[in-house]
């Protein structure tokens, strides 16, 4: 299935519009402060070949839609700046014939680019691992990520995020190694001020 590219070139239009008008938020996060989140995702996942090494999209790469929900955030600022971010998804996944759950487990470290009201950047680093239960087993694959992304107020203690991210799922005897390039977007709650 392909994207529909007009589509997501409107939304993304319309999130970077939101960010350049957003009114300046009444207050930024804190440390103390929790930041609670829930994002959907798009993503383009690029195999690697046998050899290790990063080809062009073949058959087997895949366009991963997670909507409307792909992970659960809960973020912990540390200090104004720094943000501690761990997060679970849950996937149902389907291919070749095979049917697995699988349970992503990540932690980030989130680092706010500026302290002005209004939409505020950060950029993010950080891994995980992602469990798939076969039901007559379970496998893993570890994963390590960075992104850079905005969050937009929308109202008091409230925001919009947009990020995106590249991440490197590591290969191992049970999966084969391979790049993912994606967009997350999503709305935070926050415990106290915002964004």
């Known amino acids: 299935m392909r994207p529909n590219r007009t589509r997501l070139s409107a939304a993304i239009l ?3 519009a939101t960010a350049a008008l957003a009114p300046p938020a009444l207050a930024v996060g804190e440390k103390g402060s929790t930041e609670l989140g829930l994002d959907g995702a798009m993503t383009l996942r690029i195999f690697d070949k046998v050899a290790g090494y990063l080809v062009s999209a073949r058959p087997d790469d895949a366009f991963l839609v997670d909507l409307p929900v792909q992970s659960f955030r809960v973020g912990i600022f540390a200090t104004d700046a ?8 849950m996937t149902l996944v389907s291919q070749s014939g095979e049917t697995a759950d699988a349970v992503d487990l990540g932690l980030s470290v989130l680092c706010r680019l500026s302290s002005g009201g209004g939409a505020t950047p950060f950029f993010s680093a ?3 691992i992602q469990v798939f239960d076969y039901g007559s087993g379970s496998k893993s694959q570890g994963r390590l990520s960075g992104g850079i992304g905005v969050k937009v107020p929308v109202a008091d203690r409230s925001a919009f995020r947009l990020q ?5 799922n590591l290969d191992n005897s049970d999966f084969l ?3 993912d390039l994606g967009i997350r977007f999503g709305y935070s ?3 106290r001020g915002g964004p």
């Open 126 to 128: 950080g891994g995980g």
């Open 189 to 191: 709650f926050f415990t």
């Open 164 to 168: 995106g991210v590249v991440t490197r």
């Open 177 to 179: 190694g391979s790049w």
């Open 14 to 16: 319309a999130l970077a």
């Open 82 to 89: 720094v943000e501690i971010e761990p997060a679970i998804g």
